[in-house]
């Protein structure tokens, strides 16, 4: 069994080594399906190849998990991967590319004949995965450091397979921000209301943001203006008492 094992891993590595970096295709093609079969594909209760794929964003950074079956006896040359960019790849045939990397390959007579759930989590630096067989047992728990990566390059699931033209077994996810833009809310009826001409006091812009003092603040800084004011009258008018007297008395 061990040889039989050994044959078909050197033998997989012959046929599928050479075409390892086939289609990723500049700009970026997506190919996105619900689900991807792939050689090492089997069915395990209900599910059967890359299935499941969702995204969000957790803590501001992307969030991809999916799940994907394995037969104990096999392996696939076209591993999903994580093709990282710095820019958009589906708008240019040059973008940086950060990193193409085989998230996990599941390899014949190491991993078990199961289903595996994969978690991956974003954040400043790169990524770390977590892949679970039968959704119970951790068989990756690992951080990987993506150089030069910043929070506008974008992430994609995908892997090498020939998508000319599509088949069952390519996929090229639509590609996502690392990091989510936060879009700010939209000035309330409130703050629209407090902005008009017809206002004492509008909403100004701090380096904090933008203020809009409520009805009783701005009362009060009306009323404490109109006391600086008044002492400022009432020091102008002793200064021009006093140089009245002096002229009077120097005459």
């Given amino acids: 069994m061990k040889k039989v094992l050994t044959a078909i891993c050197i033998l997989g590595i012959l046929l599928g080594g050479s075409r390892v970096m086939a289609e990723i295709t500049s700009p970026y093609t997506v190919d996105e399906k619900s689900r991807v079969s792939f050689a090492d594909m089997t069915v395990v209760s209900s599910y059967q190849g890359l299935e499941n794929y969702q995204y969000e964003y957790v803590g501001g950074y992307l969030h991809i998990t999916f799940t994907y079956t394995h037969h104990v006896l096999t392996f696939s040359s076209y591993s999903p991967r994580l093709y990282i960019t710095a820019l958009n790849p589906t708008t240019t045939s040059s973008p940086t590319v950060r990193a193409t990397n085989v998230i996990l390959q599941l390899l014949?007579?190491?991993?078990?004949?199961?289903?595996?759930?994969?978690?991956?989590?974003?954040?400043?630096?790169?990524?770390?995965?977590?892949?679970?067989?039968?959704?119970?047992?951790?068989?990756?728990?690992?951080?990987?450091?993506?150089?030069?990566?910043?929070?506008?390059?974008?992430?994609?699931?995908?892997?090498?397979?020939?998508?000319?033209?599509?088949?069952?077994?390519?996929?090229?996810?639509?590609?996502?921000?690392v990091h989510e833009v936060v879009v700010p809310p939209a000035p309330t009826a409130s703050t629209q209301s407090s902005s008009r001409s017809g206002d004492r006091l509008r909403c100004v812009e701090t380096n904090i943001g933008i203020y809009c003092p409520s009805e009783e603040v701005r009362e009060w800084e009306t009323k404490e203006r109109m006391e600086q004011l008044i002492g400022l009258l009432q020091v102008l008018v002793r200064e021009l008492e006093k140089e009245s007297y002096l002229f009077t008395n120097s005459v």
């Fill in 108 to 177: 014949a007579g190491t991993h078990g004949t199961d289903w595996y759930e994969y978690d991956v989590q974003f954040d400043a630096t790169g990524y770390t995965t977590v892949v679970t067989k039968g959704g119970a047992t951790e068989v990756l728990n690992a951080h990987v450091t993506v150089t030069g990566q910043t929070d506008t390059d974008n992430a994609a699931l995908a892997n090498t397979f020939n998508i000319a033209p599509s088949t069952l077994f390519s996929m090229s996810f639509t590609p996502r921000l």
